[in-house]
């Protein structure tokens, strides 16, 4: 049995990796690749994944236009409901908090820790993140340090610097500021 993460809230599911498809998405910050099985998301990555199916058209086209409006700076919610098909439960606690986290604000490492129920746990919140299966749609890119820099990023920290500034700019197009 896999959680699945469905109103803020993780639910247990079971999934074949045979049922698994991924499709491809020219995004302004790179191709992105989108795993479905049927209309639930497992994930949302940077690189090509390892023992899915390809298939052009496999992602359900409401989501294909959240991801659209999400970079044309129209959208700043996703409804897709995601199934993780790994992790621990306290990576799977941070995965969640991230939703939390309103678009085109920030926060940090120790205040997805005290939602995830261990203040004390930054560094694996960190770790966490890092191994986040479904980027941009739960927003890992939003969590930075107490000190207001940047930190890391899976993907690259340009990548998270663009997806940090196309939600502050569209804020101040939108007037959402």
């Given amino acids: 049995?896999?959680?699945?993460?469905?109103?803020?809230?993780?639910?247990?599911?079971?999934?074949?990796?045979?049922?698994?498809?991924?499709?491809?998405?020219?995004?302004?910050?790179?191709?992105?690749?989108?795993?479905?099985?049927?209309?639930?998301?497992?994930?949302v990555s940077f690189s090509k994944p390892a023992d899915v199916a390809y298939k052009k058209g496999g992602v359900p086209k409401s989501f294909l236009k959240e991801m659209t409006s999400y970079f044309n700076g129209t959208n700043s919610e996703f409804t897709a409901e995601i199934k993780f098909l790994s992790g621990t439960d306290f990576e799977k606690k941070v995965w969640s908090c991230l939703?939390?986290?309103?678009?085109?604000?920030?926060?940090?490492?120790?205040?997805?820790?005290?939602k995830a129920g261990n203040p004390a746990a930054t560094r694996a919140v960190g770790r966490a993140l890092s191994k986040n299966p479904v980027a941009i749609i739960l927003p890992c890119h939003r969590v930075i340090e107490s000190d207001g820099s940047t930190g890391g990023y899976s993907s690259g920290v340009k990548i998270k610097i663009r997806l940090l500034e196309l939600e502050y700019y569209s804020g101040i197009n939108t007037g959402k500021d």
């Fill in 99 to 114: 939703k939390k986290i309103p678009y085109g604000e920030t926060r940090t490492y120790g205040w997805v820790a005290e």
């Fill in 1 to 43: 049995m896999m959680p699945r993460l469905v109103g803020g809230e993780l639910h247990l599911y079971e999934m074949r990796k045979t049922s698994l498809l991924y499709d491809k998405y020219d995004s302004p910050v790179g191709v992105l690749y989108l795993t479905f099985s049927g209309k639930f998301l497992s994930a």
